[in-house]
């Protein structure tokens, strides 16, 4: 079945730092794959999305490439604030009627000043 | 803020109670769904409404009962909880199945 892994939190990182967080897939078909964010006490907020192989998602300084050859979908930030830090989710939706998301197990990210 | 308006923010209830969460978007999405959140752990699908008809049940226990009265709105009953039960349940919605979701800030619910 449909499957999203990524990398363990948290992730602490100085303001102005690089930002990758890993997130790999396993699909049948062609997926569409998003990252979500989760700050503290809130829902979940769609971040960027890819459609098909190549995209490039991309939303406030936040990006991700849909890499069918790797089956990747690594979420990236050139430089990081305090107000970034949250729970990042990768999730995955088969192209089938129904997006039925599957998750991944989501990664902490902690800025500090 | 969010498209997604849910109701309450917070719940707390006893086993015997008898509650009802309530999820409202009017961007004109035809597909509603139900998702039940614990601690440090992702979204868990829970019922998922297109064009106001139930579509899909992820095998969920009956104490829980899902209703669409119309296109805007998505109601969750809830009946006999248990301490499991606990946790966010946020509700999401998109414009077509095919299409990303977006989600309330969802109603943190705990029983006694």
């Known amino acids: 079945g449909n499957s999203v892994t990524q990398m363990e939190g948290p992730v602490t990182l100085s303001e102005e730092a690089f930002l990758t967080i890993n997130c790999t897939y396993t699909?049948?078909?062609?997926?569409?794959l998003f990252w979500y964010v989760q700050y503290p006490g809130e829902g979940l907020q769609l971040l960027l999305k890819?459609?098909?192989?190549?995209d490039k998602g991309s939303n406030k300084g936040f990006e991700a490439t849909y890499r069918k050859e790797t089956t990747s979908f690594h979420l990236e930030k050139g430089s990081v604030q305090v107000s970034d830090s949250a729970v990042y989710f990768c999730?995955?939706?088969?192209?089938?009627?129904?997006?039925?998301?599957?998750f991944g197990t989501g990664t902490r990210l902690l800025v500090s000043p | 803020d969010t498209e997604v308006t849910q109701t309450p923010k917070h719940l707390v209830m006893g086993m015997t109670n008898k509650k009802s969460l309530k999820c409202e978007q009017h961007?004109?999405?035809?597909?509603m769904y139900w998702y039940k959140q614990k601690a440090k752990k992702p979204p868990e699908l829970m019922f998922v409404?297109?064009?106001?008809?139930?579509?899909i049940n992820e095998s969920v226990p009956s104490r829980f009962s899902p209703e669409c009265p119309n296109s805007s709105l998505l109601n969750l009953h809830l009946h006999a909880l248990q301490p499991e039960d606990s946790a966010l349940y946020l509700c999401?919605?998109?414009?077509?199945?095919?299409?990303?979701?977006?989600f309330g800030d969802g109603t943190r619910l705990s029983i006694l």
């Open positions: 999730a995955l939706g088969a192209n089938t009627g129904f997006q039925k998301l599957v």
């Open positions: 409404y297109s064009y106001e008809k139930l579509s």
């Open positions: 890819a459609t098909k192989a190549d």
């Open positions: 999401a919605s998109s414009h077509t199945g095919d299409q990303p979701q977006h």
């Open positions: 961007m004109g999405h035809r597909a």
């Open positions: 699909a049948t078909g062609y997926p569409s």
